[in-house]
């Protein structure tokens, strides 16, 4: 096997959301149904209503959006509407891919919202342009500020169009830091159509990362050796296969490789769905994007993509990338952090939290599980604090309208 792809197997396995523990009993030569099922094909299994919607960017990006209502329903258009934004080389699926009456997804679906589920540029559902075919090289120039810049407020703006009200955002991860971004640059288009925000792994700048593996995967020889070879995506879909199979050789592996990069413990996670998620993760992104989440864990600072002196003159008129600004966040945040967290790190959350001087309201609630815990944790209590923020700002509203 050359570098290249011993580099993407793990990548692949390392940034899965899942957790093999080397004692698992897991039958990966059996795989569950729901494994190799799209979004689409897995509501209709699950028979929960759903429409597929096609978002274009303004810089000509179409994404693939998901809107989903409670099972046994029909698509209702008085619901309050809710975007859930999954993170780095994810995809909508992983938010529904727990037990079906924990997976925070359907969760959200079966308590009476209105949930659309976002896929960002350049994953398995979000591969079509304008003008670019995926296989060119323009369509993979993008890391999480273009997500941040155009992906959002697209998105908003057709949610508010269709819905016909303010949107409760929840990001996970990336999802996250996209929302900082968009709101520190005051961006009309998300504020004026943002009814809540809540921040689920929340991540600003990257300082305390735990994970050993994590840091070197993502360091910036790995990921500029990687676009050296010629490679445009990172954790691409098609990879899905080799991981797959490399898990079902070796369980064992996988349990090693993950337990020394994440932070998911089977003492709190669902382990069980591992051999479903198999068949859905990595989802894809851009070996750009990769690159600059290894700058921000380098710099430890939360800025721009750093595309050189040259490039940073020409793009931003400075010879440093511009610094978000997080200070400038005037909107109320909800913060929901892991103790456990090795990727966004309790200590790097409090830095951030300490960051938003300027927002009126910014609230941290704790759990004791780590990252990837706010998918596939068994105990999925948390999601009753995040129905609790919907309904006051809900009722928020209902008094504002009367």
Same mark, same amino acid.
């Not at 809540?198 to 990362?209: E, F, P, Q």
């Given at each position: 096997?050359? $570098? ?18 080397? /004692? ?11 494994? /190799? ?88 559902? %979000? ?66 159509? $943002?009814? %809540? ?9 990257? =300082? ?44 064992? $592996? =996988? ?7 994440? !932070? ?16 859905? =993760?990595?989802?894809?992104? %851009? ?18 993509? !750093? ?20 200070? +400038?966040? +005037? ?11 090795? $990727? ?59």
């Amino acid at each position: 096997m050359n $570098l290249k792809i011993l580099i993407f197997a793990l990548a692949a396995i390392s940034f899965c959301r899942c957790y093999y523990p080397t /004692n698992a009993k897991i039958d990966y030569t059996k795989l569950p149904v729901l494994t /190799n099922m799209t979004f689409p094909e897995m509501m209709k299994y699950l028979n929960y209503p759903m429409e597929t919607h096609y978002i274009t960017t303004e810089d000509g990006y179409i994404l693939t959006f998901f809107r989903i209502q409670a099972k046994n329903s029909t698509i209702q258009s008085n619901l309050p509407a809710v975007y859930f934004q999954h993170g780095l080389g994810d995809s909508s699926d992983t938010i529904c891919l727990n037990n079906e009456e924990i997976a925070p997804g359907l969760m959200i679906a079966n308590a009476g919202y209105d949930l659309w589920l976002g896929n960002s540029r350049g994953n398995r559902y %979000s591969m079509n342009h304008t003008i670019y075919s995926s296989n060119d090289t323009q369509f993979w120039q993008f890391t999480y500020q273009h997500i941040a810049h155009y992906d959002l407020p697209a998105a908003f703006e057709y949610i508010k169009k269709v819905t016909q009200q303010k949107i409760h955002y929840i990001g996970h991860s990336q999802g996250t830091i996209v929302m900082f971004m968009a709101l520190a640059r005051k961006d009309s288009k998300v504020i004026n159509n $943002l009814k %809540s925000y809540i921040a689920l792994g929340a991540v600003g700048k990257l =300082c305390n990362i735990k994970s050993k593996l994590f840091s070197n995967l993502a360091s910036l020889p790995v990921i500029d050796a990687i676009i050296a070879s010629g490679a445009q995506q990172f954790f691409p879909y098609k990879n899905k296969q080799f991981t797959s199979i490399l898990c079902t050789i070796s369980p064992q $592996l =996988c349990g090693l490789t993950l337990e020394a990069l994440m !932070d998911l413990d089977d003492s709190y996670d669902n382990i069980d769905r591992m051999n479903i998620l198999v068949g859905h =993760c990595p989802a894809g992104t %851009s070996t750009l994007n990769a690159r600059h989440w290894a700058q921000n864990s380098r710099d430890k600072e939360f800025r721009y993509f !750093d595309y050189g002196k040259l490039g940073n003159l020409k793009n931003y008129g400075s010879v440093l990338p511009p610094q978000i600004q997080l200070q +400038d966040i +005037d909107f109320p945040i909800h913060i929901f952090a892991g103790l456990t967290d090795e $990727l966004a790190p309790f200590d790097d959350v409090q830095i951030l939290k300490n960051s938003l001087t300027g927002s009126p309201n910014v609230t941290l609630n704790i759990y004791p599980f780590g990252h990837a815990s706010f998918l596939f944790a068994k105990n999925m209590s948390y999601v009753n604090d995040v129905f609790a923020i919907f309904k006051h700002y809900d009722q928020n509203q209902i008094q504002l309208e009367y």
